[in-house]
Nanobody, 127 residues
Framework: QVQLVESGGRLVQAGGSLRVSCSAS????????MGWFRQAPGTERDFVAA????????AYADSVKGRFTISRDNAKNTVYLQMNDLKPEDTAVYYC????????????????????WGQGTQVTVSS
């Protein structure tokens, strides 16, 4: 129903910045809350950030607050994750996900509530 494709992941140095993107196609007529999650080698997938369809409500994991910013451009069917002051521990595959929203201001941190997932993009931060 909805296809998500992440892009922009690459190797960066610690302290650097990177913006990854998630483009949606298919059924983009409905309102979707969007989230970013990441999975490092040998770990489970963790919540990173989420944003409501309206863009006015966001949430972040404690580990990225003040460094990462989630945003979206509904006209372009794209959600972004701006990552600043990157650290080696940020190294992971970053996934975007879409959740059919109850309202324009709805979002969730719960992974199991998301309906669609992308394939991920690799972000590697060197020391």
């Amino acid at each position: 129903q909805v296809q998500l494709v992440e892009s922009g992941g690459r190797l960066v140095q610690a302290g650097g910045s990177l913006r990854v993107s998630c483009s949606a196609s298919g059924d983009t007529f409905n309102r979707y809350a969007m989230g970013w999650f990441r999975q490092a080698p040998g770990t489970e997938r963790d919540f990173v950030a989420a944003v409501s369809w309206s863009g006015g409500f966001t949430a972040y994991a404690d580990s990225v607050k003040g460094r990462f910013t989630i945003s979206r451009d509904n006209a372009k069917n794209t959600v972004y994750l701006q990552m600043n002051d990157l650290k080696p521990e940020d190294t992971a595959v970053y996934y975007c996900a879409a959740d059919l929203a109850l309202s324009s201001n709805y979002f969730t941190r719960v992974q199991d509530e998301y309906d669609y997932w992308g394939q991920g993009t690799q972000v590697t931060v060197s020391s």
